[in-house]
T-cell receptor
Framework: DGGITQSPKYLFRKEGQNVTLSCEQN?????MYWYRQDPGQGLRLIYY???????QKGDIAEGYSFSREKKESFPLTVTSAQKNPTAFYLC?????????????FGPGTRLTVT | RKEVEQDPGPFNVPEGATVAFNCTYS??????FFWYRQDCRKEPKLLMS???SGNEDGRFTAQLNRASQYISLLIRDSKLSDSATYLC??????????FGDGTTLTVKP
């Protein structure tokens, strides 16, 4: 089946550790995105990539790093510099259709840092 | 002011009711618009795109007013299964997406 996978579903880390979240898609989409969602709030864009090796900062890029070496993969690293890393992290991909970007989401990773 | 603002909700309606959500956006360069549905602790799922001419999908109707910079979603004949959070999304032509904070709908028997 085509789709977007994120792993793991739940992740626990100690404060001060870097952690990498996985995102893979087999939809042949060019663009990929990372969002975080805090309880009771909407999604906030961290980074997005329109093509391989292209990166654009979102609204809350500080404390995160990323790579886009392959079209299918867009891993996100939450670094120790991120002050409030505990959140629900969502990855999405999209294809551009006449200027419109319909995004499809993976199931998300819930990160808890203590 | 947020780039994308939605009715704060929550909306609590009986089955069969008609309910409407509004969403305003501040970036006049915005090019594409969507409504997503998010169930509790799940990922958002695309509900429908929003076109200038308005579009309908069964019980759902979406409208876009570029002059006033708002989009709307109308749900007719509400079902219990419509209970969810509805997210408004606005994209620029460069592909940057901005989500509203969502409006929570609860449909009661």
């Amino acid at each position: 089946d085509g789709g977007i996978t994120q792993s793991p579903k739940y992740l626990f880390r100690k404060e001060g550790q870097n952690v990498t979240l996985s995102c893979e898609q087999n939809l042949n989409h060019d663009a990929m995105y990372w969002y975080r969602q805090d309880p009771g709030q909407g999604l906030r864009l961290i980074y997005y990539s329109q093509i391989v090796n292209d990166f654009q900062k979102g609204d809350i890029a500080e404390g995160y790093s990323f790579s886009r070496e392959k079209k299918e993969s867009f891993p996100l690293t939450v670094t120790s510099a991120q002050k409030n890393p505990t959140a629900f992290y969502l990855c999405a991909s999209s294809i551009r259709l006449g200027g419109s970007y319909e995004q499809y989401f993976g199931p998300g990773t819930r990160l808890t840092v203590t | 002011r947020k780039e994308v603002e939605q009715d704060p909700g929550p909306f609590n309606v009986p089955e069969g009711a008609t309910v409407a959500f509004n969403c305003t956006y501040s970036n006049s360069a915005s090019q594409s618009f969507f409504w997503y549905r998010q169930d509790c602790r799940k990922e958002p799922k695309l509900l429908m795109s929003v076109y200038s001419s308005g579009n309908e999908d069964g019980r759902f109707t979406a409208q876009l007013n570029r002059a006033s910079q708002y989009i709307s979603l109308l749900i007719r004949d509400s079902k219990l299964s419509d209970s969810a959070t509805y997210l408004c999304v606005v994209n620029t032509n460069a592909g940057k997406s901005t989500f509203g904070d969502g409006t929570t709908l609860t449909v009661k028997p």
